[in-house]
C-alpha cells in the first residue's frame, strides 16, 4: 500500500506504485471515461475527457494514478481508460491496434477489467467482450472481469431493489453471451453528467461501490500479453480474416460465373423451343394448306339423307317366244 502523497482523487505522479490497476473497456459511447472520471473521485469530468455526442473522444489508451482513500487507508490507483469497440471513424483493426497499447501502459499487471456497458446488453458488446477476451486479452482475463451496466435508472438502484435487478441483469447478459459465466461479478451504477446536485450524488454512491470493489475484490494480477504478441495476434487475425475473405470472394465469382452460364443455357434452350414451336407451326398450316388443296375422291360419297332411293327393278326376262308354226 502507498503512502500517496497527495490528496483524494488528486493525480499522483505517473510512476507511483500502483495498488490497484483498473482497465475501463467496452463499447465506445458506454460511458467508460465518466468510469475512470468517477473512480478518480472527479464527478466534473475534468480528468478523462468524456464525449458528447455519437463520435468517440477518447482515441487512444489514457492512463493517469490518483489517490483513494478507503478504510482509513490510502491507496494508489491506477486507472486506464481505453478506445471504445464499435467506434464508427475506426476500422475494428485500427481499434485493436491502439488497444495494444495496453501490453506495455499494463506491464506491471491489472487487477480488474471493468467492462462497461449501457442499459441492456447488445450484440455489439457481446463482440466487443469477444475481441477483449480473445485478441487483446486471453480468456482467462474472464475471472479478473466485472460487467457494469451504466445508465441504470434511479429506481433500480434503490437498496431494497438492486440486488434482485443486478442478478436479473447478470441473467440477462448469460443469455446472451455464455462465455460471461466465467465473469462472476457484475455491478449496476448510474453517472449522469448534466452536473446537477442529484447528478453529482449519483456519481458519489457509484464511486462508493467502484471503490468498495476494485479495494475490497482484491486477487492476483493478471498480466496481460506483451504489445508485441497482441500485435501478431492482431497480425494472424487480420490474415486468416482476408484469407476467408478471399474464399468468399473466389466462392462468390464461381456462383456468379455458374449463374451466368445457366442463364446463357437457359436463353439457347427458350430460343431452340422458341425455333421448334415455330416449325411446328409452319408445318401444320402446310399440312392444313395440302389438306385443302386435295381433289375430291373420284366417287364421292354422298351423305346418307341425300342419297336417292334405287329402286330394284325387276329384271325382265327375255320372253321365248316359240314360233308357231302354220
Ligand atoms: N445519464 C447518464 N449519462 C452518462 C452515463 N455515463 C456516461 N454518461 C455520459 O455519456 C456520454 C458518453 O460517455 P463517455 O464516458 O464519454 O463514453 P465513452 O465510453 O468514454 O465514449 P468513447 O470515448 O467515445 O468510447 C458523456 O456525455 C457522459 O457524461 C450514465 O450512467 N448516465
Ligand atoms: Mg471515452
Same mark, same amino acid.
Given at each position: 500500500?502507498?503512502?500517496?502523497? /497527495?490528496?483524494?482523487?488528486?493525480? /499522483?505522479?505517473?510512476?507511483?506504485?500502483?495498488?490497484?490497476?483498473?482497465?475501463?473497456?467496452?463499447?465506445?459511447?458506454? &460511458?467508460?471515461?465518466?468510469?475512470?472520471?468517477?473512480?478518480?473521485?472527479? $464527478?466534473?469530468?475534468?480528468? *478523462?475527457?468524456?464525449?458528447?455526442?455519437?463520435?468517440?473522444? %477518447?482515441?487512444?489508451?489514457?492512463?493517469?494514478?490518483?489517490?483513494?482513500?478507503? &478504510?482509513?487507508?490510502?491507496?494508489?490507483?491506477?486507472?486506464?481508460?481505453? =478506445?471504445?469497440?464499435?467506434?464508427?471513424?475506426?476500422?475494428?483493426?485500427?481499434?485493436?491496434?491502439?488497444? !495494444?497499447?495496453? &501490453?506495455?501502459?499494463? @506491464?506491471?499487471? =491489472?487487477?480488474?477489467?471493468?467492462?462497461? %456497458?449501457?442499459? #441492456?446488453? %447488445?450484440?455489439?458488446?457481446?463482440?466487443?467482450?469477444?475481441?477483449?477476451?480473445?485478441?487483446?486479452?486471453?480468456?482467462?482475463?474472464?475471472? *479478473? /472481469?466485472?460487467?457494469?451496466?451504466?445508465?441504470?435508472?434511479?429506481?433500480?438502484?434503490?437498496?431494497?431493489?438492486?440486488?434482485?435487478?443486478?442478478?436479473?441483469?447478470?441473467?440477462?447478459? =448469460?443469455?446472451?453471451?455464455?462465455?460471461?459465466?466465467?465473469?462472476?461479478? *457484475?455491478?449496476?451504477?448510474?453517472?449522469?453528467?448534466?452536473?446537477?446536485?442529484? @447528478?453529482?450524488?449519483?456519481?458519489? #454512491?457509484?464511486?462508493? +461501490?467502484?471503490?468498495?470493489?476494485? =479495494?475490497?475484490? $482484491?486477487? @492476483? #494480477? $493478471?498480466?496481460?500479453?506483451? *504489445? !508485441?504478441?497482441?500485435? !501478431?495476434?492482431?497480425?494472424?487475425?487480420?490474415?486468416?480474416?482476408?484469407? +476467408?475473405?478471399?474464399?468468399?470472394?473466389?466462392?462468390?465469382?464461381?456462383? +456468379?460465373?455458374? @449463374?451466368?452460364?445457366?442463364?446463357?443455357?437457359?436463353?439457347?434452350?427458350?430460343?431452340?423451343?422458341?425455333?421448334?414451336?415455330?416449325?411446328?407451326?409452319?408445318?401444320?398450316?402446310?399440312?392444313?394448306?395440302?389438306?385443302?388443296?386435295?381433289?375430291?375422291?373420284?366417287?364421292?360419297?354422298?351423305?346418307? !339423307?341425300?342419297?336417292?332411293?334405287?329402286?330394284?327393278?325387276?329384271?325382265?326376262?327375255?320372253?321365248?317366244?316359240?314360233?308357231?308354226?302354220?
Amino acid at each position: 500500500m502507498a503512502t500517496a502523497a /497527495c490528496e483524494d482523487g488528486k493525480e /499522483c505522479r505517473p510512476d507511483a506504485k500502483a495498488d490497484r490497476v483498473i482497465v475501463v473497456a467496452g463499447k465506445t459511447g458506454n &460511458g467508460k471515461s465518466a468510469m475512470c472520471n468517477v473512480a478518480a473521485g472527479r $464527478y466534473d469530468g475534468s480528468l *478523462f475527457p468524456e464525449s458528447n455526442g455519437p463520435a468517440s473522444h %477518447t482515441q487512444g489508451i489514457t492512463s493517469h494514478s490518483v489517490k483513494v482513500a478507503y &478504510g482509513g487507508q490510502d491507496y494508489v490507483l491506477k486507472i486506464v481508460d481505453t =478506445i471504445g469497440f464499435a467506434d464508427n471513424r475506426f476500422s475494428n483493426e485500427q481499434v485493436l491496434r491502439l488497444q !495494444a497499447e495496453l &501490453g506495455n501502459v499494463c @506491464s506491471e499487471g =491489472i487487477h480488474q477489467v471493468l467492462f462497461v %456497458t449501457k442499459g #441492456r446488453f %447488445t450484440s455489439e458488446d457481446k463482440d466487443s467482450l469477444n475481441s477483449l477476451m480473445d485478441v487483446v486479452f486471453q480468456p482467462d482475463v474472464a475471472k *479478473f /472481469c466485472t460487467v457494469i451496466r451504466t445508465w441504470t435508472p434511479a429506481s433500480e438502484l434503490a437498496d431494497g431493489s438492486v440486488t434482485a435487478k443486478t442478478d436479473a441483469y447478470k441473467q440477462e447478459v =448469460i443469455r446472451a453471451h455464455f462465455r460471461v459465466n466465467e465473469i462472476s461479478t *457484475f455491478l449496476m451504477v448510474s453517472n449522469p453528467d448534466d452536473g446537477s446536485p442529484a @447528478s453529482i450524488q449519483m456519481r458519489q #454512491r457509484s464511486r462508493q +461501490k467502484l471503490t468498495e470493489h476494485i =479495494i475490497l475484490h $482484491y486477487r @492476483s #494480477r $493478471y498480466t496481460p500479453p506483451t *504489445f !508485441a504478441t497482441i500485435t !501478431a495476434r492482431i497480425d494472424q487475425r487480420i490474415s486468416s480474416a482476408k484469407a +476467408k475473405q478471399d474464399v468468399a470472394k473466389k466462392l462468390t465469382e464461381q456462383l +456468379k460465373t455458374k @449463374s451466368e452460364i445457366d442463364e446463357r443455357q437457359r436463353r439457347d434452350a427458350e430460343a431452340r423451343n422458341k425455333e421448334l414451336a415455330e416449325k411446328n407451326a409452319a408445318v401444320a398450316k402446310k399440312v392444313e394448306a395440302a389438306k385443302a388443296q386435295q381433289k375430291p375422291p373420284s366417287r364421292p360419297v354422298l351423305a346418307a !339423307a341425300s342419297m336417292p332411293i334405287v329402286k330394284k327393278v325387276p329384271v325382265v326376262k327375255k320372253l321365248k317366244i316359240k314360233k308357231l308354226k302354220f
